[in-house]
T-cell receptor, first 113, second 111 residues
Framework: DTEVTQTPKHLVMGMTNKKSLKCEQH?????MYWYKQKAKKPPELMFV???????INESVPSRFSPECPNSSLLNLHLHALQPEDSALYLC????????????FGPGTRLTVL | GEDVEQSLFLSVREGDSSVINCTYT??????LYWYKQEPGAGLQLLTY?????DMKQDQRLTVLLNKKDKHLSLRIADTQTGDSAIYFC???????????FGKGTRLHILP
């Protein structure tokens, strides 16, 4: 298994909803990332987990709550989002070669109404 | 300003070579990458180059690195319609455990 999977592919939610995004990899990678990408922009780093511990939080609002239950899974819990949070949310994991390369999932397209 | 700079748009005829250029600022970056993103998809790692190399070739892709000028380029030979995408240049800052992306170059293929 050489890929990063993300579910759901699309998500529409209201501002009062609670939802979660899920990311999974079975490549034995020990660092996982959440990015937010707006249209025609590069990905913006949100969180980094290294060995299942949160190592970087790029000053993301608390309505986004990451969780790493084990070395293969990464979740992003969403609560009370705003319409400007609508974006493509990308998960990535870092390879073990020492080259720092990150492998990306296909993303979840989130729309907040 | 942006730490990684690249032009936003490139238009190339099918069958010609495409050259996408990038400049970066952190001379301590050890690895530099090119990612490809097709519409509605995630980022695909195309190739990478280590900072002590000046060239890397992989089938139709050639990466050139000028470390003195902090200039990176990606050449795609025999450009095809399937190469139409956004190409992101990126550098790995291992001290921060972060990949810094450029704004992306949209490659448009003319028939």
């Amino acid at each position: 298994d050489t890929e990063v999977t993300q579910t759901p592919k699309h998500l529409v939610m209201g501002m009062t909803n609670k939802k979660s995004l899920k990311c999974e990899q079975h490549m034995g990678h020990r660092a996982m990332y959440w990015y937010k990408q707006k249209a025609k922009k590069p990905p913006e780093l949100m969180f980094v987990y290294s060995y299942e511990k949160l190592s970087i939080n790029e000053s993301v609002p608390s309505r986004f709550s990451p969780e790493c239950p084990n070395s293969s899974l990464l979740n992003l819990h969403l609560h009370a989002l705003q319409p400007e949070d609508s974006a493509l949310y990308l998960c990535a994991s870092r390879g073990t070669s020492g080259m720092g390369e990150q492998f990306f999932g296909p993303g979840t397209r989130l729309t907040v109404l | 300003g942006e730490d990684v700079e690249q032009s936003l748009f490139l238009s190339v005829r099918e069958g010609d070579s495409s050259v996408i250029n990038c400049t970066y600022t952190d001379s301590s970056s050890t690895y530099l990458y090119w990612y490809k993103q097709e519409p509605g998809a995630g980022l695909q790692l195309l190739t990478y180059i280590f900072s002590n190399m000046d060239m890397k070739q992989d089938q139709r892709l050639t990466v050139l690195l000028n470390k003195k000028d902090k200039h990176l380029s990606l050449r795609i030979a025999d450009t095809q319609t399937g190469d139409s995408a956004i190409y992101f240049c990126a550098e790995w800052r291992n001290r921060d455990d972060k990949i810094i992306f450029g704004k992306g170059t949209r490659l448009h293929i003319l028939p």
